[in-house]
């Protein structure tokens, strides 16, 4: 979550609101920021949620019974509050934030142009206009070295 | 002796009469609440809590992208605060919900 933090501003910017979770207590929270977060980043800028017994966790999917915590989800929520995107991670390996941003920015391209995103879009590469023109034509517009 | 007696039989039907009017809740197993039974109101069967896997193991549909994020409201730490946030707080605009297993791990 620290390297959430650090992006946040580029987060923010974009108009999106972060929120962590986790079943650790609001005390938990306030201890953990002042120890040890705060020598990584200068502040947490989000609210840092507390889900005793993971129950937002279960409605989520993503509350671990044998653990007894929320493993690492990240759901993206449209101004709609429709969920466009998740993410579900075991334990062991942290989220990339980089790929948020990029799935963000991807999402906020969609609903604002209708136009469709490809594999591995960043700002300025190709998009595509859906339609059955261009079924079967794709590789006039897109190929997949603009995945990389 | 009577008097001991007497006082033994109002506590039964007193606790006979509570529990029988719902007023008193016996606890089930494992401290769970038991259903209350309204006159004239279908019992309500509140679902057990399970994980996701669980859930998708008795075939219940876990929450996935296209359905509407479910709403909720948990205490929070903001800045140096403790406030109540509510998913819905932020409703039209993007919001991203980092769920992660603990404070204080490695990851």
Known sequence: ?148 | MMKRWRTVLWAVALTLVLVGTGTAQVLGPCGASPQKAKKGVKMEMKMPHMSGMQMAKQGHRLLLPGDSAINFSLPAVVGHDIKTIKLSDYAGKWRVVCFYPGDFTFV
């Open chain 1, 1 to 148: 979550m620290s390297a959430v933090a650090a992006k946040y501003d580029e987060i923010s910017a974009l108009g999106a609101e972060v929120l962590s979770v986790s079943v650790d207590s609001v005390f938990s929270h306030k201890v953990w920021h002042e120890t040890e977060l705060s020598k990584m980043v200068p502040e947490i800028p989000y609210p840092m949620l507390s889900d005793p017994n993971g129950k937002i966790g279960r409605e989520y999917g993503v509350y671990s019974e044998d653990g007894g915590v929320d493993i690492r989800g990240r759901f993206i929520i449209d101004p709609d509050g429709v969920i466009q995107a998740m993410e579900v991670l075991t334990p062991p390996v942290g989220r990339n934030v980089s790929e948020l941003i990029r799935q963000l920015k991807a999402y906020q391209h969609v609903r604002k142009t209708g136009e469709v995103t490809p594999s591995g879009w960043t700002p300025g590469k190709p998009t595509l206009k859906p339609g059955i023109a261009i079924a079967g034509k794709i590789w006039e517009q897109w190929k997949p070295e603009n995945a990389f």
